[in-house]
């Protein structure tokens, strides 16, 4: 199955969606909501996408739609740690052992944990991307905790995976560059880099889905 990801797109889509501005000013405090917002802004964005709309940067508005549209931000963050169980049980355990062995071990411990738990997020972000396609694909949070299914994808297009998650750090370091505004620009760039994101999180979630039918 041949899935391409515009990085392009996913960039230069946002000040040709109508009324840019003002959604991502929205969007910008949206940002406020800790976990909840970013994540929301992402998977709108990337259910948008996925749905064909010509403008797919999220409205929030402050309508009956909201409430839906937040829960579906929670549940992605639901995913993600979930999935993230693994990850955070090798982070205590060196944290433990660190903390329970003299000083020379200790630095040890915390040189080959270095590595360990650097591999271990990479392989943790590269499972939760295809849990989130799966989640905008179904709008269904259990069908992303198809462990199986989302091993599947993976393992079906790895290179796919790991372009997204290129796209995920430069959306990333779109936010970092907020810190030179301050702590509002911190916002305006998050909301921009999750809507980065979210965009090419829905383009795989379209073709991937098209392919399967």
Same mark, same amino acid.
């Given at each position: ?16 969606? =109508? ?12 940002? #406020? ?13 990337? =259910? ?6 010509? /403008? ?9 739609? *909201?409430?839906?549209? *937040? ?7 639901? $995913?993600?740690?979930?999935?993230? $169980? ?10 433990? #052992? ?13 040189? #080959? ?28 949070? =259990?069908?992303?905790? /198809? ?17 997204? *998650? ?9 936010? *970092? ?5 301050? $702590? ?16 090419? #999180? ?12």
């Amino acid at each position: 199955m041949s899935v391409n990801v515009n990085i392009g797109q996913s960039f230069s889509f946002i000040t040709a969606d =109508r009324g840019w501005l003002q959604k991502i000013g929205y969007g910008a405090v949206a940002m #406020l909501i800790p976990f909840v917002g970013a994540a929301t802004q992402v998977i709108e964005t990337a =259910r948008n996408v996925a749905q064909g709309k010509p /403008d797919p940067l999220p409205t929030w508005k402050m309508d009956e739609t *909201l409430g839906p549209r *937040l829960m579906r931000g929670v549940y992605a963050c639901l $995913i993600s740690l979930i999935y993230a $169980i693994p990850m955070i049980v090798i982070q205590m355990v060196f944290n433990i #052992l660190m903390a329970m062995t003299k000083s020379g071990v200790a630095t040890m411990i915390g040189c #080959l944990a270095a590595p360990v738990n650097l591999v271990v997020f990479i392989a943790t972000v590269l499972v939760v991307l295809p849990a989130l396609v799966r989640y905008v694909q179904t709008d269904n949070w =259990r069908a992303a905790l /198809d462990f199986q299914k989302v091993i599947g994808m993976l393992q079906e297009s790895p290179q796919l995976w790991l372009i997204l *998650l290129l796209v995920d750090i430069l959306a990333s370091v779109i936010t *970092l560059l907020g810190l030179v505004a301050f $702590i509002i620009g911190v916002f305006v760039t998050m909301a921009i880099g999750c809507a980065v994101f979210g965009h090419a #999180l829905g383009q795989v979630a379209s073709q991937m889905e098209s392919a399967s039918q």
